[in-house]
């Protein structure tokens, strides 16, 4: 059977996880993406939907990668069947721009491993823009905007003070300590609030309650981590 290989940025660092989301992945494996970063630069529809949005705080903010000279970050690396695979994951990120990028496989310690042929290549959530994503989906945009009480999802400046949003942000940290020390290193060094300067290590010392911020019952397993 044909498969397609997805590169999780931020819950689905952790293969419990990611198997929620897609109960036959394969091959579940650390591997690292460069000339990208990992950025909290858009809101999302189903923080609102779920009560697990703050408006009046800005805490509302979801993770994409974005094009990044320099940049690079640990990714989950896994495969699941291509057959309604890349569909079904297209419906499940829309307001994404769903790139097909190459990333490195690693070793135990984290280093590169050379590929006998052409670099592996994964489908990564990518920054889009509100043009691309009215153009691909007009009516679920606007139910998108609506859903978030704002008037953009990817016109966010960097001095906007988005924030990520405290469960969602707390369900990632848990993830990627479950990913193990590299990813979880990558995660908290590697991660960018909005203004592309503020690591997650340093948000998190400023803001320590963001760990103890739990998610409703009802949805305490989904995002648990």
Not at 151 to 174: I, K, Q
């Amino acid at each position: 059977m044909s498969q397609i290989t997805i590169c999780g940025l931020g819950s689905l660092l952790s293969e419990a996880s990611a198997r929620s989301t897609f109960p036959t992945l394969s091959g579940f494996r650390l591997g690292r993406i460069s000339g990208f970063r990992r950025v909290f630069s858009h809101p999302a529809d189903i923080f609102f939907q779920r009560g697990i949005a703050d408006l009046p705080s800005l805490q509302m903010a979801s993770l994409s990668a974005e094009p990044c000279d320099g940049g690079s970050f640990f990714c989950a690396a896994f495969e699941v069947p291509a057959e309604g695979g890349i569909e079904a994951f297209r419906q499940r990120e829309l307001e994404y721009d769903l790139q097909v990028v190459p990333f490195a496989e690693v070793d135990a310690a984290g280093a590169a491993v050379a590929p006998a042929g052409d670099p592996p290549m994964g489908l990564l959530c990518c920054r889009s823009t509100d043009a691309a994503f009215k153009a691909r989906a007009p009516t679920e945009y606007a139910e998108y905007i609506r859903a978030c009480g704002v008037d953009t999802v990817w016109g966010w400046a960097p001095d906007s003070g988005l924030r990520p949003c405290a469960v969602y942000l707390r369900h990632c940290v848990l993830a990627a300590t479950k990913g193990g020390t590299l990813s979880l290193n990558s995660f908290l060094d590697e991660t960018f609030l909005i203004d592309r300067k503020t690591t997650l290590r340093a948000y998190l010392a400023e803001h320590p309650e963001v760990m103890s911020t739990e998610p409703p019952p009802e949805l305490a397993q989904r995002y648990g981590g």
